[in-house]
């Protein structure tokens, strides 16, 4: 006899004021559910089976797991680098002032936010925004690599050379090979600069606008 079963033999013999649904209910586990997040078949579930990931000394300085936010099924996904202190703080990837710069890019080729998708090399912000060191990116790109399998988009869009050097494995100078179409898996790749390199380097916008013109254009094709 479980403990439901219990509960309702008392009420049974009188003991009117059981409450067998809120027993039943305390007992119910809490907090987020268990499971492989590679083995998840949608980006939702495997969102949730990695909010609590802690396979990378990463998980001791951040608020939230940043897992990716639009479209779980867009035609272009755009991969950054890692969390900064509001995305960190909002669980939300490109919410800074480098993700309205993003967002200007998006409207710019008329895409909204929420059409496509956008995520990170790394799920959780570094320390003092350092760059991510290897075992760190080793633990966390087989998600980002599942969450792209899964997305399945038209086309991928990397942000900067930490996401050009993590997915494609280019460590040459970004100038060298941003705009010009490639490959992860088959699916063709647009390396271009980071917005927050473009609020550094305002001149460099020019670049950034004819890879846009680029993407619209395979994106229409
Ligand atoms: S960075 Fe990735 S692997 Fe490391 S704790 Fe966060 S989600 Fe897990």
């Known amino acids: ?97 480098a993700g309205q710069l993003l967002n200007e890019m998006l409207r710019a080729i008329r895409l909204r936010r929420g059409q496509v998708y956008i995520a990170n090399v790394l799920k959780c912000r570094p320390p003092g925004n350092r760059d991510p060191q ?29 996401a050009a050097r993590h997915l494609l494995g280019t460590t040459a100078p970004i100038s060298s090979y941003r705009g010009r179409w490639t490959t992860w898996q088959g699916t063709p790749v647009l390396p271009t600069f980071h917005p927050a390199y473009l609020l550094r380097n305002p001149a460099a916008k020019a670049q950034a606008w004819a890879d846009l013109k680029q993407l619209a254009r395979k994106l229409d094709g």
């Open 1 to 97: 006899m479980d403990d439901r079963d219990l509960l309702l033999y008392l009420r049974d013999f009188g003991f009117a004021d059981v409450d067998v649904s809120a027993r039943a209910a305390a007992r119910r586990p809490t907090g987020p559910p268990r499971g492989d997040p590679l083995a998840a078949d949608d980006v939702v579930v495997m969102a949730e089976r990695l909010a609590d990931c802690r396979r990378c000394r990463l998980c001791q300085g951040r608020t939230h797991v940043v897992f990716g936010v639009g479209d779980p099924k867009a035609r272009v996904v755009f991969i950054g680098e890692a969390p900064g202190a509001e995305e960190d703080r909002l669980g939300e990837p490109f919410v800074g002032r």
């Open 134 to 162: 290897d075992d760190e990116t080793a633990a966390c790109l087989p998600f980002l690599r599942r969450q792209i399998e899964l997305i399945s988009p038209a086309v991928i869009v990397t942000l900067g050379r930490v």
